[in-house]
């Protein structure tokens, strides 16, 4: 080391430029502004495109702007990602890590109707003061990528993409019922319903037929199940996903139907995961919006009583309709039975409502002894029951058989296990499994079944009745029909409007601008309309990770779809955000990327490749911080108190990054107070030399070095923080410090507290740069990460104590830690203990961990 003769002779030169003399409090405010601006203005955190650096993508879940600013919720995430960013930078990786805004839904729309001020004034408002918090926080985000979704250069995209889905058939419109917010006045997504509530106001969602726009996430089912599987996401967030898209392999069979005359050319298949308890199904049951219901109905006795039900049972929504709790409705058909195909037994048929038409085929073959679905059904309606599956547990005997058919009074316990066929002829102790496949495989051959895969998934209702949202880029021609617009007409602009009211009738607030409206049909020139749906909330976020990449936001002409750049930087290594979005953005997007994929636009099959879920901050008084409450506290009120860089440390200290954790004063005190002294030792950093090789300090300076990034790298921020903590304590305790002992500090703290740690830096340099002339190679930030020696991270000796009955005998280095039988087999090839044991009888040896090993003879 080239200076160290010279630093051991001078005291280092504090710059009073950048750190107010000694005797100078900690103040953040002089210095986290300073930093800021500085940082910004050499671009420091500017991610190059196509640098010979690996890359890293580190990327938060955008926010919302809402109007009530940031909460002390949004910084542990973003503080997080910040934390990571820098130590990846500075481990040597070229590192993107951009912010923007999620700005178009509901909320700014609900302000503009409840204000009167216009959703893009009070979003442009919202934006602004959004960007003004989070950089008082001196993240290291990369600003020329910031992107907004409402910027019409933006979902100039979104519409593009929209389009291109249109004409792969993956965009179609369906009048169908949907769910309906009475509140918002607006269809939702599946996605969006939430125990049966609006995911947004939480009024109960009813059903609504409405003309939709509906993007066909279905086709993508099998992929999005499959592929997640590579991801490393957290294992909660897989299975919701895999529950929400609900891959069933069963079987698909066919019950031919009859009068009591004759029978029918008309069938009905039933979808069924247990085809082995097909001996079992006593009745059929059809969902009331069976198209078969219209076929079979002039043979049907009692229409007139059916259609009413199938009327009554349209206006449930499905959460009602499925609840185990209500009593099922339904009714009996008269005139016609099914005919089971196993056996040829004939069966009621019936329409109830617990059966839904988007599942499965929409009917079911009902099996009341091994469903309780069914078996509820059966109760209710006096139905059959044959018992056909038996538990077995361990013995081999087949059970007796049971009676076949029994009343369902007398019949008490559902079996929904698997075990050994009865009441089922031929199929008679075969295993459930066995059985299914058996008897699927024998109707197969009779063209009676088919293997069938069904998801519970559905397909994504995509339009919104409501005004702030991405126009869908597509006209309505009296001549030609659906037309899309073509590419050079995009973006579509939304309108100014004077009135966002949700009109309620089904249209969006846009159908009542004339002059919008009514255009020229872009194909034959006639008159057509447009498309006055919006997209949802969820469109800009489906491929906003892919905008980033495509670089300075602010230089529109410039932004193209630029694969190169595109493939450079996707997948998205590291990604942030609430738990909230498992099943909505996080499956949506998913989507998008694959049709993406598909059309050779991206060049991953995923998106996100390894996904972190950041735990809620809750208030002081451990509840969810909300207004009403009054328990919600702003980032602004502790970074103008204590400083960004104890708000950041804070935000990493405060708990397990993934558990919710309640805001703590206190916990804020103490690590300002912690950043303080860091501060203040400083002034104990001197011309001492370097610590000697063995001395706990550089043991637990190499420790602190290889923990702080293993941490950081596995999240436990919080132990990080405390292992930073201890090794100032360490250093605190002695009279002077080694300046490359404090500096190694700032090194391992700079992600955490980068002002204070940038300041100090500089301050500590013997020619510290001028301010106005800073480089970006002159910032704390782009020094390499500290290397630790394995070689210093050893275990110390110690001096261990020999007695023989209590006396002491002799003396010897050891390791600390050491064993007892170790400890025993070197005291016993000491010379000196040895003449005391001469002819003596060891009775036993205590052992005192590192201090003493007593023979006692
Ligand atoms: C007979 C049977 C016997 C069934 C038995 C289950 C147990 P998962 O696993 O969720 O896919 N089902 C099929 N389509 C339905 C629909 N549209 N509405 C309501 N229920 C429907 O469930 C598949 C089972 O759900 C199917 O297997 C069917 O009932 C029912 F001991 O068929 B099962
Ligand atoms: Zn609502
Ligand atoms: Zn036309």
Redesign the pocket.
């Known amino acids: 080391m080239k200076n160290q003769k010279n630093m051991e002779a001078n005291a280092p030169k504090i710059n009073p430029a950048l750190v107010f003399l000694n005797k100078n409090a900690y103040k953040p405010q002089r210095i986290e502004r300073k930093w800021q601006k500085i940082w910004k203005k050499t671009g420091l955190f500017t991610a190059e495109d196509f640098s010979s650096k690996k890359k890293f993508y580190c990327l938060d879940m955008f926010p919302y702007p809402s109007g009530e600013g940031l909460h002390v919720g949004h910084p542990r995430g973003y503080v997080a990602t910040d934390v990571f960013s820098h130590l990846m930078r500075r481990q040597g990786f070229n590192v993107m890590h951009p912010m923007g805004w999620d700005a178009f839904g509901l909320p700014a729309e609900n302000y503009a109707i409840k204000t009167g001020i216009q959703p893009r004034i009070s979003t442009a408002k919202n934006i602004k003061n959004f960007r003004r918090q989070i950089k008082s926080l001196g993240l290291s985000y990369d600003w020329s990528r910031e992107i907004n979704t409402t910027d019409p250069d933006y979902y100039r995209f979104t519409q593009k993409i929209f389009l291109m889905l249109y004409k792969h058939g993956l965009a179609y419109e369906a009048e169908a019922p949907i769910n309906w917010c009475p509140s918002c006045k607006t269809g939702l997504a599946n996605e969006e319903v939430v125990e049966g509530k609006c995911e947004r106001c939480h009024s109960e969602v009813g059903r609504k037929n409405v003309r939709q726009w509906i993007l066909k996430i279905t086709a993508y089912a099998e992929r999005l199940l499959k592929d997640l599987e590579e991801l490393d996401w957290p294992e909660r967030i897989k299975e919701m996903q895999r529950h929400w898209i609900?891959r069933?392999q069963?079987w698909e069979i066919k019950f031919n139907l009859k009068t009591q005359t004759e029978t029918l050319n008309y069938s009905a298949d039933?979808?069924?995961?247990?085809a082995d308890?097909l001996f079992g199904?006593t009745y059929l049951v059809l969902?009331p919006e069976h198209p078969l219901l219209e076929d079979i109905k002039d043979k049907i006795t009692n229409y007139r009583l059916v259609k009413k039900y199938i009327e009554e049972a349209k206006n449930k929504s499905e959460r009602e309709r499925i609840s185990e709790v209500k009593q099922k409705t339904g009714i009996g058909i008269k005139g016609l039975s099914a005919i089971n195909p196993i056996n040829g037994r004939e069966i009621a048929l019936w329409v109830a409502d617990?059966?839904?038409?988007h599942?499965?085929?929409?009917?079911?073959?009902?099996?009341p002894s091994?469903?309780q679905r069914?078996f509820d059904f059966a109760k209710t309606h006096n139905l059959p029951i044959i018992e056909v599956i038996k538990p077995v547990a361990g013995e081999k005997k087949l059970p007796k058989e049971a009676k076949p058919i029994v009343s369902s009074q007398d019949f008490e316990a559902v079996y929904?296990g698997e075990g050994v066929l009865i009441n089922s002829g031929r199929f008679n102790g075969l295993n459930s499994k066995i059985a299914a496949e058996r008897i699927g495989a024998w109707l197969a051959k009779k063209d009676l079944a088919k293997k069938a895969i069904?998801y519970?998934l559905r397909d994504w209702v995509f339009s919104r009745q409501r005004y702030w949202g991405e126009p869908i880029p597509i006209v309505r021609c009296q001549k030609c029909g659906l037309v899309p617009l073509p590419e050079n007409e995009l973006p579509l602009k939304l309108p100014k409007v004077e009135k966002y009211q949700p009109t309620g009738t089904g249209e969006s607030p846009l159908a009542t601008i004339n002059e919008w409206v009514e255009v020229k049909c872009p194909q034959c020139g006639g008159p057509a309309k447009r498309e006055t749906n919006t997209m949802p909330q969820w469109a800009g976020s489906c491929w906003y990770y892919v905008a980033y990449t495509l670089g300075d936001w602010r230089k529109k002409k410039e932004i193209r779809w630029d694969k190169k750049k595109i493939a450079y930087w996707l997948p998205v290594d590291l990604y942030v955000g609430g738990a909230e979005h498992a099943v909505l953005h996080l499956l949506y997007a998913r989507f998008w990327h694959k049709f993406l994929f598909d059309q050779k636009l991206v060049s991953t099959k995923e998106p996100f490749m390894k996904l972190k879920n950041v735990g809620l901050v809750l208030g002081p008084d451990g509840q969810k911080m909300s207004k009403s409450r009054g328990n919600v506290i702003s980032p602004d009120e502790t970074i103008n108190k204590y400083g960004a860089d104890t708000l950041r440390l804070y935000e990493m200290f405060m708990g397990p990054f993934s558990q919710e954790t309640a805001w703590s004063l206190q916990g804020i005190k103490g690590c300002r107070r912690f950043l303080e002294r860091v501060w203040q030792m400083r002034t104990k950093t001197a011309k001492v030399p370097l610590v000697g090789e063995n001395s706990a300090l550089k043991r637990l300076l190499n420790q602190t070095i290889k923990k702080t990034g293993e941490e950081v790298k596995s999240f436990r921020f919080n132990t990080a923080v405390s292992g930073l903590m201890i090794l100032a304590n360490e250093l605190e305790k002695q009279k002077e410090i080694s300046l490359e002992e404090y500096k190694t500090l700032l090194l391992l703290l700079a992600p955490f507290a980068p002002h204070l740690t940038e300041n100090l830096w500089q301050a500590l340099k013997e020619a510290p740069p001028k301010l106005k002339d800073f480089a970006v190679d002159d910032s704390i930030h782009r020094q390499p990460w500290p290397k630790y020696d394995e070689k210093f991270m050893a275990e110390a000796k110690i001096i261990l104590a020999i007695q023989v009955n209590g006396k002491f005998r002799d003396q010897i280095e050891v390791g600390r830690g050491i064993t007892k039988g170790k400890t025993e087999e070197l005291a016993l090839k000491s010379e000196k203990v040895a003449k005391w044991l001469m002819g003596k009888e060891i009775k036993k040896m205590i052992f005192i961990p590192n201090r003493l090993l007593n023979i006692v003879i």
């Open positions: 609900g069933s069963g039933v979808f069924t995961t247990r308890t199904a969902a617990y059966v839904l038409i599942y499965g085929t929409g009917a079911i073959m009902a099996v091994h469903d069914d929904e069904h519970k």
